[in-house]
């Protein structure tokens, strides 16, 4: 996610910075890898750090918030063109919030624990059984409580 995130960035900087129609292009092409990358890893890296009994339910937010995301991505190009009908802040500032929430993965995601599969793989045994205690051991179902 982190690197997806980055890229999406750099896209963005390089998208929104841009003079011409080659640079434009050169951004949303660079944007395009980053977007791929995170759609791939953030639903896996759900998956694998849920509670098996809210895994499906965690995964579907996640790909819901790709929807809501199109919420602003709707309506600030239109208050942009508003607000600013002959400037290039019109179509300049929707660029720039697209890398909003990257900006924030790629702030946040060094601070979130490797999965246990990764741990595993890489003979991190002790580490990978801490991760599943302490992510886990919280969201006991219900039905596991009554007799």
Known sequence: MFIGSLIIVIGTCIQSTCNGLGQFMAGRFILGFGCAITSAAG????????????????????????????????????????????????????????????????????????????LLAHGREDEALDVLVSYTADFVPLTLLTP
């Not at 750090?49 to 309506?75: E, K, Q």
């Not at 208050?79 to 990257?102: A, E, F, V």
């Not at 924030?104 to 999965?115: N, R, S």
Request: include cysteine; proline fraction near 12%; glycine fraction near 10%.
């Open 43 to 118: 639903p896996a890296y759900v998956s694998e750090m849920a509670h098996p009994a809210y895994r499906g339910v965690m995964t579907g937010i996640y790909n819901c918030f790709w929807f809501i995301g199109g919420i602003p991505g709707t309506f600030i190009p239109a208050g942009t063109k508003i607000h600013y009908p002959d400037s290039n802040l019109s179509w300049r500032i929707p660029l720039w919030c697209q890398m909003i929430y990257s900006g924030l993965v790629v702030l946040g995601a060094p601070f979130l624990p490797e999965t246990p599969r990764w």
